[in-house]
Nanobody, 121 residues
Framework: QVQLVESGGGLVQPGGSLRLSCAASGSIFSINAMAWYRQTPGKQRELVALITSGGNTNYTDSVKGRFTISRDNTKNTAYLQMNRLKPEDTAVYYC???????????????WGQGTQVTVSS
């Protein structure tokens, strides 16, 4: 069974920084793309940043130049470094990963439980 566990959320003042982590554990044969999404009440979940297994990255326009996604394949972990945070970054942040649990099984999409990020003075 595959699990994604996020950590690192919290309350930060505008202009501050946070680093989110997402650790995948359990039965894992391979991990393809890993991504961070965020969601606020009444809105659809939006893609914030994505990183492929080869290290290529993509960001939504509102976070370009402020957020950096990275991954450590030896630890099955993805990170989201968030700098110069703004109140509009306040949301629940979710980790998502495309994981093949065992050889021969199809790739599946897995989600973490979410971590709250609040940017407020």
């Amino acid at each position: 069974q595959v699990q994604l566990v996020e950590s690192g959320g919290g309350l930060v003042q505008p202009g501050g920084s946070l680093r989110l982590s997402c650790a995948a554990s359990g039965s894992i044969f391979s991990i393809n793309a890993m991504a961070w999404y965020r969601q606020t009440p009444g809105k659809q979940r939006e893609l914030v940043a994505l990183i492929t297994s080869g290290g290529n990255t993509n960001y939504t326009d509102s976070v370009k130049g402020r957020f950096t996604i990275s991954r450590d394949n030896t630890k099955n972990t993805a990170y989201l470094q968030m700098n110069r945070l703004k109140p509009e970054d306040t949301a629940v942040y979710y980790c998502n990963a495309a994981i093949q649990p065992r050889f021969g099984l199809p790739m599946g999409a897995y989600w973490g439980q979410g971590t709250q990020v609040t940017v407020s003075s």
